[in-house]
């Protein structure tokens, strides 16, 4: 792949666009926002966005230093919304050690975001165990195969790790679920719905959970 030249200074401050798509009322969005999310995952797929699931997951350490990464939403309900990875990730550790979370979804085509925070809890072993079989075969090697987030000294370490059990579980074998891999369940507190509108006034419907009851307000741009 080539390797293109710095960005100027000046052509990075000049880059934006004009959002002009569609606009968000408070008249306009479902009661519950779980349900408002669903209806915008479902014009996200719709839509053909590339991994419309993707998500960033924000997490902090218990002296509160952030960090964020891509994960992939594996589920959402009234609980809340789930992912997988491995325990001794960081996000893992830190999910353990502090367990609250924000999600980003950046449905930058639909010129839409969605941003929850709350609390996060561990899925239960069974249903984590069902998960992990029912990704592809080379997938659920690859969980074994990996110590995430660890130090490794190449690339050739994992391969070579992944072929042995490769061989010790071919396709059509069981592979057993590891007992260092796992779900999240983000259960939310806040949820707020961002629609791009245009001179940057843009409009955003924010979920807040009171005594139990979701509460709707609109934040200033």
């Known amino acids: 792949m080539p390797?293109?030249?710095p960005v100027e200074p000046a052509a990075l401050a000049a880059l934006r666009r004009s959002y002009e798509l569609a606009g968000l009322d408070e008249s306009d969005v479902a009661s519950d926002p779980l349900v408002q999310f669903e209806r915008w995952l479902a014009d996200a797929v719709a839509a053909e966005l590339d991994e419309p699931n993707a998500?960033?997951?924000a997490t902090a350490d218990s002296a509160g230093r952030p960090s964020a990464r891509y994960v992939l939403l594996k589920a959402v309900d009234a609980g809340g919304f789930t992912f997988f990875t491995n325990f001794t990730s960081r996000k893992g550790h830190e999910l353990q050690a502090n367990p609250q979370a924000s999600l980003c979804f950046p449905w930058g085509d639909l010129q839409r975001q969605v941003v929850v925070v709350g609390d996060v809890e561990k899925v239960g072993p069974g249903p984590s165990a069902e998960y992990f079989h029912a990704r592809p075969h080379g997938h659920q090697l690859g969980a074994w195969a990996s110590r995430q987030s660890q130090v490794v000294a190449s690339r050739g370490v994992f391969e070579?790790?992944?072929a042995e059990l490769a061989d010790r579980y071919p396709e059509g074998t069981v592979v057993p679920a590891p007992d260092f891999w796992g779900g999240f369940?983000?259960?939310p507190t806040e949820i707020e719905f961002w629609q791009g509108r245009g001179n940057r006034l843009?409009?955003?419907?924010?979920?807040?959970r009171v005594d139990g009851q979701w509460q709707v307000e609109r934040l200033s741009p």
Request: glycine share 6%.
């Open 160 to 162: 070579d790790r992944y």
């Open 3 to 5: 390797h293109n030249g």
């Open 185 to 187: 369940r983000v259960v």
């Open 55 to 57: 998500m960033v997951l």
């Open 202 to 208: 843009h409009d955003r419907i924010r979920y807040l």
